[in-house]
């Protein structure tokens, strides 16, 4: 109301001044909104980033026990030595993290837990290198975590949100499958077992969260639909573990397509987000 009453009687005070001083802060508003939105939109993109290691660090340690036991063992081999490359550059992308105050702790931590996973890559996976293996992917997968979480703090974005929840499942379809392998190979203690229980659970949950969410565009919406056509083979093939021979080859095979299958499309599902989102902010201006 104050906005309308000075432009109502501008003309009789002749207030030159105010009006000359007034025209580059009307045109400073849509400047500063497109700055955010901007930076919101690579915030979007880092927290994507830093979700991606999430899910890579449960991912390789699936592909290395999958070789160690022999299940598409020259398959998993040529998997993870794609994969590498997609990892290092990741942590490109994210470098810029490394000098934030706030945030070089846990993104070099993350790194160099990065290294030492790398380095393991090239051994033999036997009993005990599939075990250390596991425990350097676990840590990574928890400093990751923290790290799209500092991230996601350095500023707002809407799309924050989906992008945890995408990610974070993504990563638990892959430590479910690894669970499931480690299970499949022999490792069936009631640690392993409820640690599976534990993570379908989540992960079923989560789905349907997300499925859920109001903010899905029709685009979105039909990637998330995709990953929960590959979640009915590989909830079949976890529900049955118990009732079959430790060596059922067709349900671990299930498990290991429909795993690459969801993070296929779980990572659609982020990217998909982070395109409205920019989509939105066009459509606004």
Do not use: C
């Amino acid at each position: 109301m104050r906005r309308s009453g000075m432009s109502r009687f501008a003309f009789p005070f002749v207030l030159v001044p105010f009006l000359v001083v007034s025209i580059p802060v009307v045109h400073a508003i849509p400047q500063a909104t497109a700055v955010k939105a901007a930076d919101s939109g690579q915030i979007a993109q880092d927290i994507a980033s830093a979700g991606r290691l999430r899910m890579q660090s449960q991912r390789l340690a699936k592909l290395y026990l999958q070789a160690g036991i022999g299940l598409k063992a020259g398959q998993a081999r040529q998997q993870i030595d794609a994969t590498i490359g997609d990892v290092d550059a990741e942590f490109v992308r994210l470098a810029r993290y490394g000098r934030k105050p706030n945030v070089q702790r846990v993104y070099a931590r993350s790194e160099a837990l990065w290294q030492e996973m790398r380095g393991a890559l090239k051994k033999a996976p036997d009993t005990a290198a599939v075990e250390r293996f596991n425990q350097i992917s676990d840590e990574m997968m928890v400093h990751t975590g923290k790290l799209a979480m500092l991230i996601e703090g350095e500023g707002e974005t809407p799309v924050g949100r989906l992008l945890d929840l995408s990610s974070r499942l993504n990563m638990l379809s892959q430590r479910l499958a690894r669970l499931y392998l480690q299970a499949y190979g022999g490792n069936q203690t009631q640690g392993v077992l409820v640690d599976i229980e534990q993570a379908r659970k989540e992960f079923a949950s989560g789905l349907l969260e997300l499925d859920m969410a109001r903010e899905n565009s029709l685009a979105s919406r039909d990637a998330i639909g995709l990953a929960r056509n590959q979640w009915v083979f590989f909830d079949s093939a976890i529900r049955e573990l118990g009732k079959v021979e430790r060596r059922e080859e067709r349900a671990a095979q299930n498990v290991v397509s429909s795993s690459e299958r969801i993070a296929q499309v779980l990572d659609q599902t982020s990217l998909q987000y982070i395109k409205d989102f920019a989509e939105g902010v066009r459509s606004a201006r």
